[in-house]
């Protein structure tokens, strides 16, 4: 009996101890795997992180070396620019876009190096003289429905057409049917999925009564503005204010409340949102 009752707890601490010999056996080895796991893919990321930094590396030397051996250079001053450059500066990495090619798509990409810098012109031949030496810009084609020609109409109508209204715009504008005229409806999918931390508008032309006009430009940022969901404002600049009609849609749609900075014929809005805005109101500003 006696024998008996040795023999069961012998056995009974053979399995204790195999049972905890077992348990230090596997947290060691998971442990020593969790490190080389770890270990691998730290490097790899190390050397992914390696070789972003040196393509961005590269191309703002390539743009430095651009810029210093052109004789174009961009059509806003040093203190315009400068309105933009901060901003992009206290945020670091964002959402930019641009409305328009030009001398300075470079210069606006390499400010969000790390950012998604994009670009919307209507002319595709404009377009292939730029990215020829500036692949690494993103651009799109975009086409306008009105002419410059149609601003007073346009801005006389909008209130009478209530898809135009604050109340009852949509965001994303894209494929829903609407009746205003001033909605940009075909913008790449990629315009709509994105929330914008900055808008630059200076484009498309609106120097001629034939010319597309910034109308539905500023229209269509002020909407996208407004249903922002992620926290902070927008960031619209408009240029070329000196203008009748660029001067009239902002006050209109981008509001003299919102306007922070005006520097030469820049002029700097924070759009706050208006997604989770109780009141609706009927105007803009
Ligand atoms: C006022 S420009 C914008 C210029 C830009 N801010 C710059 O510094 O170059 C707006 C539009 O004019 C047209 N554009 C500008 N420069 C051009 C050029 N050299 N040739 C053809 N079109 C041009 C493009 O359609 C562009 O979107």
Redesign the pocket.
Known sequence: MLKNRNFYSDKLWFFVAVAIAGLIAGVVLIANFGNVSQHSLLCSLAGSYKRIDDSIQTQQLQTILHYATSH?????SFSEISVSFNVLQSLGSCNFLV???????RMWSSFNPRGTTLFL???P??IQ?VLKDATHLKAHHVSYPTHLSEADELIKSYRSEPDCLPTNTKSPITNVHTQCKLALTGLPKEVYDKEWDLIMI??????FPEAPGRMGAIYTAVVMARARMRPGVTHVFL??IDRRVEKMFAEEFLCKKYLVKSVGRLWHFEIPSAANATEKSETFC
């Open positions: 174009v250079t961009p059509q806003q409305f328009g090619l030009g001398h300075d798509s012109e209507e002319d031949k404009w003289t200076d484009a498309p032309r609106g120097w240029h070329d």
